[in-house]
């Protein structure tokens, strides 16, 4: 009986050893696996937060400010009175107004402006013009006339400003006047909005003109 224990208690030694291994391997395995596992979660995690960082610059992107007119409109007439009594009148076929109250007239303007009896007195015409809100004068462009209508006298020029306010037009660009029977040209102008006075700066000459 002695003989059988012993031999019975030998057979199991060698049971425990591969038992202990066993578990000693499947841990390491285990600690593998884990490492792994966990380094995976890592990088995944690494590559989301830069997708993220990506889409995030995709989307907030810097505001543009609008500089665009506020209102428009076709075929507009103007009149501008005082003391009761229209001393001007715009017609224009577009018309743009913006926030700071500046206006703009892309395809011209044509004003016709009245003395202090109502008769019309003077025109001018301009492909391309503007008002100017916190300057309170107008700026005419490319080709720009005016007329006296009452004298049959005409100013021609590429660029042209007028104050409403004290009624003087002028000018640094090149100017064309004509007279009755005369023309007169130069650089540079200052003039009542009639043409009844006017100072060129640069004057060229003039000549005669055969009616």
Sequence with gaps: MIAKRLSVGSAKTPRSEREINQKIYLSKAIARYGLFHFTMIRILFIAFVVALSGCTKTEFKETVEYTGPSREAENVEFYNSENDRVNSKMEAKTYHEFANGD????????????????????????????????????????????????????????????NPITKK???????????????????????????????????????????
């Excluded at 011209?108 to 015409?125: A, F, K, N, P, Q």
């Excluded at 049959?152 to 590429?158: C, G, H, M, R, Y």
């Design 103 to 162: 206006k703009e007239f892309p395809e011209g303007v044509y004003i016709e402006m009245y003395d202090e009896s109502g008769t019309l007195e003077s025109t001018l015409r301009a492909n391309h013009a503007k008002y100017f809100a916190e300057e309170k004068h107008w700026r005419g462009q490319g080709k720009v006339e005016v007329k006296n209508v009452i004298k049959n006298e005409q100013l021609n020029t590429e660029e042209l400003f007028w």
């Design 169 to 211: 037009i002028y000018t640094d660009k090149f100017v064309t006047i004509r007279l009755q029977g005369d023309v007169v040209y130069g650089e540079g102008l200052e003039a009542n909005q009639d043409l009844s006075d006017y100072v060129i700066a640069k004057p060229k000459g003039e000549f005669e003109v055969t009616e």
